[in-house]
């Protein structure tokens, strides 16, 4: 089934939310029968994980919070480990790889650090198991704890310190490509899980302006993946205090709106300028001689943005995968009802596949799978529609008589057809994908447009954020933009009431003087508040 494309709202439903339609999306679907249940309007946490499953892209597994990836999808973070790894070599980075333990005396050397991550660290305390009363238990207690890795900065502190002596042997600009764990108490695929994949870039420099630079360059990077590869508009900006990096200086991060108008933080970047240096002793020799520290950055994306991806773009028949993404771009459906003509029909389609995949879709070849198993051409139809793969093509013995094939496309919905000459079929499905990727960020990014509104009063913010209709709880909010007085009691304050945050301080807002509608104190910008995962 395909998504609806919203209306664009009239400036009086960007100013007063409370009037705003609330039927602007395809949640509101006439369809009842769909190959996911529930629905995204019955319930869409349960869909979430409904799609997930009806994709076979991952489930839990036997140790609580942690999850197996399947191959469908692992080769969608594989993709996004090939485009991701791409950009990050042609800013000048390399991969290395930092230990899995750290020490414990290397987090408690930054403060700030340890207390934002220590609810969350799982921690070895002993190195060998033994036989007692026949079962095994931890014996050889480790002399200092090893804490799992939450995330890198103090290894790879410490690693640079040994390596960094002049001013001559900066910058240096690593990522690695690794698995994390962070203790998580209400775990979830893909967006929350004990352990998972990301990959996290370290640079060191020699000038607060270079780290700076370093910080911003990146956080881009990760705005034109997330827009152009995964076809999810997203707004830039920094975090606020209360929700930055612990540690960093400054936090800026990329922010998107998922179909129940909630945010999802796909990507951050880190300045954090001298403390981790000081922390970690990384100290140069500079070119007038004196002893410095060097600064210091950080950024990284995770398999959340698999999470992102379903709920952005997945709809009540299942998983959409945007073709600049995907694996297999395209499907090829052989129906071969008699056997007369099954030969036939299958080297048809070989054929086919052969020609589609000479072809190349920025920079990659087509992916292209023949989906030969002895089943009927409805359900091996339909397990494509779940897995979202963004080219179906039907053969049967029509088509094959006819020099045509069936062509239906994953954005629109699972009936729709067109049939065109096999000859024709290799050049048109490349145009096909790029409509594909565009339709795909221009629904999402009119339905962020549409549900992101100014609020100038306390009363229209709590009202915008409070449930309409108790049995659909999830059909209501999206992003405020709302005047802040920079006041840290606010932010928990709103966070207590609604369990809404402060998403960013956005760059594309000007500069605008107001007064905080929840403190009636003087206001310069306007920031995004938001629920989120």
């Known amino acids: 089934m395909s998504l609806a494309v919203p209306r664009k709202p009239t400036t009086k439903e960007r100013t007063l939310p409370a009037q705003r339609s609330r039927n602007d999306f395809a949640f509101m679907s006439e369809k009842q029968q769909t190959a996911v249940s529930p629905r995204r309007d019955e319930d869409f946490p349960e869909w979430y994980q409904q799609v997930i499953r009806a994709a076979d892209l991952a489930e839990n597994s036997e140790v609580r919070g942690c999850m197996v990836i399947k191959p469908w999808g692992y080769a969608l973070w594989e993709r996004m480990q090939a485009v991701l790894d791409r950009m990050f070599k042609a800013t000048g980075h390399k991969n290395a790889y930092f230990p899995l333990f750290i020490p414990l005396s290397y987090l408690e050397k930054e403060a700030a650090h340890v207390e934002g991550f220590a609810k969350e660290c799982a921690v070895v305390t002993h190195h060998r198991l033994e036989v007692r009363d026949g079962k095994l238990v931890p014996a050889g207690e480790l002399s200092e704890p090893l804490v799992v890795r939450p995330t890198s900065e103090t290894i790879i502190g410490a690693a640079y310190a040994r390596w960094v002596k002049s001013w001559r042997d900066l910058p240096i600009l690593l990522n690695q490509w690794a698995n994390v764990v962070r203790w998580e108490m209400r775990p979830r695929l893909f967006l929350r899980t004990a352990e998972f994949l990301w990959q996290e870039g370290h640079t060191a420099h020699e000038t607060r302006a270079e780290a700076e630079e370093e910080t911003m360059k990146m956080l881009r990077v990760y705005e034109i993946f997330a827009r152009d590869f995964l076809a999810v508009p997203v707004l830039c900006g920094e975090k606020s205090e209360g929700e930055r990096f612990p540690g960093a200086e400054r ?165 729709e057809k067109e049939f065109l000459p096999l000859a024709e079929i290799p050049q048109r499905a490349l145009a096909m994908l790029e409509e594909i990727q565009s339709t795909l960020l221009q629904r999402a990014t009119e339905f962020r447009d549409a549900n992101m509104v100014r609020i100038d009063t306390k009363d229209e913010f709590y009202k915008f954020f409070t449930p309409q209709n108790s049995a659909k709880p999830e059909i209501h909010g999206g992003f405020a933009l709302t005047h802040w007085n920079g006041s840290t009691a606010v932010e928990e304050q709103i966070k207590t009431d609604l369990k809404v945050t402060i998403r960013c301080i956005p760059f594309d807002e000007s500069p605008e003087v107001g007064t905080c509608p929840f403190s009636s104190e003087p206001s310069l910008q306007r920031v995004v508040w938001a629920k989120s995962y």
């Open 251 to 415: 936090t800026y991060c990329i922010e998107a709106m998922v179909q129940d108008r909630k945010a999802i933080q796909a990507g951050t970047s880190h300045f954090l300028g001298q403390n981790f240096s000081k922390a970690s002793g990384i100290q140069f020799q500079s070119r007038e001689g004196q002893l410095e520290h060097a600064w210091t950055t950080s950024w990284g994306v995770s398999t959340r943005l698999i999470g992102t991806l379903i709920m952005m773009h997945s709809d009540d028949d299942g998983l959409v995968v945007p073709p600049r993404i995907a694996d297999t771009h395209v499907v090829i459906v052989p129906i071969t009802p008699k056997e007369d003509s099954k030969a036939a029909i299958l080297e048809a389609a070989e054929n086919l596949a052969a020609s589609l995949r000479a072809g190349n879709f920025h920079g990659v070849p087509l992916g292209v799978e023949v989906d030969s198993r002895d089943l009927g051409g409805g359900v091996k139809n339909w397990e494509w529609i779940k897995k979202g793969v963004p080219i179906r093509i039907e053969i049967g013995p029509r088509d094959l008589a006819q020099g045509t094939a069936a062509v239906a496309r994953r954005d629109k919905g699972p009936k």
